[in-house]
């Protein structure tokens, strides 16, 4: 059973209690059987059997007053020969005191001497097995109150700092769960934003058209068929990062969905064409090769062209867009400008300011840039990043 069990099974003042009936019993015992090695006899042993029993008392305040009970019972010791009652006293002078040396050496001292006095006042039979004795019995007990004081004391300081690890594990824990927040609002503000906005352009498209022809009206439809299933496709890889265990599809890698990897610089012609297939002209220029980019560098190049031709989508229709990206050794620079809009923009597309906020920390994270203002009555966003950021976290915008 250890100490905090025992306390909470034993209040301190039974176990207390305890400790004062055993040292009394014990006293008097020895008085009897070992009456000063026969100098005293008859009433005299009666008294102090008497007297050792009742000086065990003294140890019901040890806790309050650890140093007087002590100073009691080793001069209570050098008249009656009380050893339990100075053992006990002696530990708890080791446990109470265990912060003073000065206190410990002093009563270890002090115990020695008047052990030695007591056992020498029985007659010529000291010797060195008696000093010995005197040694163990007071500072045995001494050394064991000490230990014992110790291991609490580094007990307590174990759980504290437990205490201080769980909340520090705690804090570090929901950082990293509002990081993955924001970063899965990242990525599903570019799903939602751009897929569904192109399909919401073309719906309003053949909305407003006279007289379209089937087969454009064909086109277009199949071009809002394609974004939604890919909205829906990336939506679920997203989604199935949040919980990958919950479905069967999830555990058994044979029915687990091939995920598809993140876009890159390969991917910018394609996404200028489904902005074509909007009514925009858009003209796309490359340099250099940022295929050869690291793939974080080139994921967060498609999010800025994504997010501007998305931007322009929504608030500049019909607009004639640029898009530029020049590679170089050290940098890689992302310039989009839009015109003016050639027609009303849609008033049904919902627009939060996560965008352009989300590519800003893609860019912090990269040790890179973010500028977007207006430009000439339209608009222009330019991002520059360096080639081979130094602190890149590869996990931060990516899926």
């Known amino acids: ?9 034993w209040p301190p003042r039974r176990v207390d209690a305890v400790v004062v009936a055993v040292a009394a019993v014990l006293g008097v015992a020895n008085s009897w059987v070992k009456p000063s090695n026969g100098l005293l006899t008859g009433q005299s042993i009666a008294l102090v059997a008497s007297f050792s029993g009742a000086v065990a008392l003294v140890l019901w305040w040890r806790r309050r007053a650890p140093r007087v009970v002590a100073c009691v019972l ?31 050496w002093a009563f270890g001292v002090a115990g020695c001497a008047a052990d030695l006095v007591a056992v020498q006042g029985g007659g010529p039979q000291w010797n060195l097995r008696e000093a ?20 609490r004391d580094l007990a307590a300081a174990a759980r504290s700092e437990l205490v201080v690890v769980e909340r520090w594990h705690a804090l570090l824990v929901e950082q990293a769960r509002e990081t993955e927040r924001r970063r899965i609002a990242r990525e599903m503000h570019d799903v939602v934003s751009h897929r569904v906005g192109h399909m919401v352009l073309t719906a309003g498209s053949l909305e407003v058209a006279r007289d379209p022809d089937p087969e454009q009206v064909a086109e277009k439809a199949g071009l809002i068929r394609t974004e ?27 029915h ?40 974080v560098v080139q994921q967060a190049v498609y999010r800025a062209v994504q997010e501007a031709l998305t931007n322009a989508a929504k608030h500049a229709p019909g607009a004639p867009i640029s898009v530029t990206v020049n590679s170089g050794a050290d940098a890689v620079q992302v310039t989009v400008v839009n015109g003016p809009p050639t027609r009303a923009p849609e008033h049904g597309l919902p627009s939060g300011g996560n965008g352009l906020l989300g590519l800003r920390e ?32 590869p996990t931060g915008p990516s899926a």
């Not at 479905?247 to 890698?253: I, N, Q």
Request: hydrophobic residues 40%; positive net charge.
């Open 1 to 9: 059973m250890t100490a905090p069990a025992l306390h909470r099974r």
């Open 132 to 151: 010995a004795y005197s040694l163990a019995a007071v500072v045995g007990p001494l050394v064991v109150g000490y230990a014992v004081a110790l291991r």
């Open 74 to 104: 080793l001069v209570a010791h050098m008249v009656a020969f009380t050893p339990t009652a100075l053992a006990v006293a002696m530990y708890t002078v080791g446990d109470e005191c265990r912060r003073s040396a000065r206190t410990l």
């Open 256 to 295: 687990r969905a091939p995920l598809t990897p993140q876009p890159d610089a390969s991917a910018l012609p394609g996404l200028a064409d489904r902005t074509r297939q909007t009514g925009h002209d858009v003209a796309l220029h490359v340099s250099g090769h940022p295929e050869g980019l690291p793939t």
């Open 362 to 393: 893609r860019a912090a994270l990269l040790g890179g840039s973010v500028e977007a203002g207006p430009y000439q009555g339209g608009f222009r966003l330019s991002l520059q990043l360096p080639a081979r950021p130094g602190h890149a976290d």
């Open 228 to 254: 939604g299933r890919h909205a829906l496709e990336e939506l679920r890889e997203i989604l199935g990062v949040l919980a990958p265990d919950r479905s069967r599809e999830s555990r058994d890698p044979h």
